[in-house]
């Protein structure tokens, strides 16, 4: 039996107050994620249940935490960064690859107050000074393998007092602001004064990429805990004796939402591979852990199907009880596929980091239509409206821009030191998710694309914008336009047109330069898979780039009126 039951019956009567109730929150008491995911799931007696079950590329580096261990472990984080001055409000960055001080360092920051910024590890320094400087970050927890980068931007970061190494020996020289810190060392602290953190305390500001400026930090607050809570137990359908694995890295959404607070809020054992993908690696882990839930995405669904379906024959996934995916879209097949190979259907999801929850989806038990997301979680109003008008559109199976009533728990607060672009996203009063799609006459929506050109690269948003910019910064490049370019498995990849500097020639060898200097710059995400050297790009008479044009011809697609373009 699935935790939702009848979907129907759960649009009746349907209020937050469900979750408020099962976590045994009141409007106007203190609310701490960090306290909900360890303290109280020892108070409700499952103090040694496995909270994580860790493991590093080499399969025996297994480690398991209790919730009682995450509980004291966090403390021990939280307690040191208090004791370095570090308080409620204050930024502190995570930047790290999926090692255990990630997942707990999240708790430890929550639990003072302190609003953490997770950053994905392999963010360049050009990437990683953006967000720095715009959260006025205070504090990084990160590794002796990332610092370095953090140490190129340093002079330009006032607000950064401590680099904290959380993987280091204590026997190496530190360099500027670093200092040393390990939990396997550190006094474990059994108590801690978790700082009384509001119902709208800021919480988590996560970093996301949008078509023009700069990268947006989206503000979520500790109530989002009542959305993520329930999302995980009706959509996930996350259940007591669950072995979970959420492939997603902290560093997304995702790797917050559903990679840390509804598992742990819930008090599930989580399981983490900190690795890249290998579909043989991926199937060993799910056998080798009895994994029975499953959150994805499809890019890994469809390298998975290319890896092929004897593959899957070699392991035994008997244990697997639900599947989820989320990111992209997920096509029909691979909801084919894993049903006919795995034996279970990928249900997907829809969400963005702005909603910071689970907003459509195929729910359990309800019918599956491969290919669509799904309905609306309980709760939600979500409407298509018409992108000139912004009027509610009414006819079944027409497209519109997906829009949502403001008003759910994990709602995004504003965009950090961006309330400006923040109101830009409503209009009649709906926010507007910069999606379109269909809904058919059974309520299931069906995604048709971005209102935009963010380029969506194995489930991760890359702003053209910030790539563009970068480009500019090579000395051969005069000026650049970057477009998304159709990928059988990542979906979409980035493709640069770029015309050079008088005095270089253009070759595969500064192609490949090029290419590394963005990856270094930016990350492996914002890296060109192709550039396209060009004698001029297209503009329109203002001289604004035609970036629609250029993307139109990549996918093939009909390149429309010329004429308005060009005055636009
Ligand atoms: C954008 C949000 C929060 C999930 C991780 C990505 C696209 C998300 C789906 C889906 C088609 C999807 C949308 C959305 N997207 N889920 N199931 N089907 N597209 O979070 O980086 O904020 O990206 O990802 O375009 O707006 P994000």
């Not at 004291?72 to 999926?98: E, Y």
């Not at 109530?223 to 669950?242: C, G, M, R, V």
């Not at 004897?310 to 097949?333: C, I, M, Q, T, Y």
């Amino acid at each position: 039996m699935s935790n939702i039951g009848s979907y129907d019956n759960r649009l009746h009567d349907f209020s937050w107050k469900i979750a408020e109730q099962e976590l045994g929150y009141r409007p106007g008491d203190t609310i701490n994620i960090g306290w909900y995911c360890s303290d109280r799931i020892c108070q409700l007696g499952k103090a040694d249940k496995i909270a994580l079950i860790w493991e590093g590329h080499d399969e025996n580096s297994t480690r398991t935490y209790s919730f009682n261990d995450i509980r004291i472990l966090s403390n021990t984080i939280g307690a040191f960064l208090r004791n370095l001055g570090i308080h409620d409000g204050d930024r502190v960055c995570l930047f790290m690859d999926k090692i255990p001080e990630l997942y707990i360092g999240l708790l430890g920051i929550l639990k003072i107050g302190a609003v953490v910024q997770p950053l994905f590890s392999a963010f360049g320094d050009e990437s990683l000074f953006i967000r720095l400087e715009n959260a006025g970050t205070k504090a990084i927890l990160t590794t002796r393998q990332h610092a370095p980068k953090i140490q190129k931007i340093l002079a330009t970061l006032p607000d950064l007092q401590y680099i904290i190494l959380v993987d280091d020996d204590g026997t190496k020289a530190l360099k500027a602001k670093e200092i040393a810190f390990s939990l396997d060392r550190a006094l474990p602290v059994e108590h801690l004064d978790v700082f009384p953190t509001k119902a709208e305390s800021p919480s988590l500001l996560h970093y996301t990429s949008g078509t023009t400026g700069q990268p947006k930090g989206v503000k979520h607050v500790h109530y989002s805990l009542i959305s993520q809570y329930l999302t995980a137990k009706w959509a996930l359908d996350l259940q007591e004796d669950d072995l979970y694995w959420c492939t997603a890295d902290p560093g997304w959404v995702t790797g917050t939402s559903y990679g840390i607070i509804g598992p742990w809020s819930l008090g599930i054992t989580q399981c983490v591979k900190d690795s890249g993908f290998s579909a043989e690696t991926w199937y060993r882990f799910i056998e080798k852990h009895k994994i029975s839930m499953w959150y994805s995405a499809p890019t890994a669904i469809r390298s998975l199907m290319k890896a092929g379906d004897n593959l899957v024959k070699r392991f035994d996934l008997s244990s697997l009880r639900h599947l989820a995916s989320v990111g992209e879209p997920l096509n029909a097949e691979a909801v084919v596929w894993s049903e006919k190979v795995i034996g279970k259907p990928f249900h997907d999801t829809y969400w963005q980091t702005e909603t910071g929850s689970i907003m459509i989806s195929n729910f359990p038990g309800m019918k599956i239509k491969p290919g669509s997301m799904g309905k609306v979680f309980p709760g939600l109003t979500a409407a298509l409206l018409d992108p000139d008008t912004f009027e509610i559109i009414t006819e079944v199976n027409k497209p519109g821009l997906i829009a949502f009533q403001f008003d759910w728990p994990a709602r995004l607060r504003t965009y950090w030191k961006n309330e400006e672009t923040f109101q830009k996203k409503f209009r009649n009063g709906w926010y507007l998710t910069g999606d379109r799609s269909t809904i058919d006459q059974d309520g299931y929506f069906w995604f048709i694309g971005r209102d935009d050109d963010v380029i969506n690269t194995v489930g991760h948003l890359v702003s053209p914008f910030e790539v563009e910019s970068a480009l500019l910064e090579h000395k051969a490049v005069a000026e650049s336009a970057v477009v998304a370019k159709p990928d059988e498995v990542n979906m979409e990849v980035v493709k640069a047109f770029i015309t050079l500097k008088p005095g270089f020639v253009a070759s595969d060898e500064l192609e490949l330069e090029i290419m590394n200097f963005i990856r270094k710059k930016l990350s492996p995400l914002a890296m060109p898979q192709e550039i396209e050297y060009v004698d001029t790009l297209p503009k329109t008479r203002s001289g604004k780039i035609m970036r629609r044009l250029l993307h139109a011809k990549e996918w093939g697609e009909d390149t429309g009126d010329l004429s308005t373009l060009e005055n636009d």
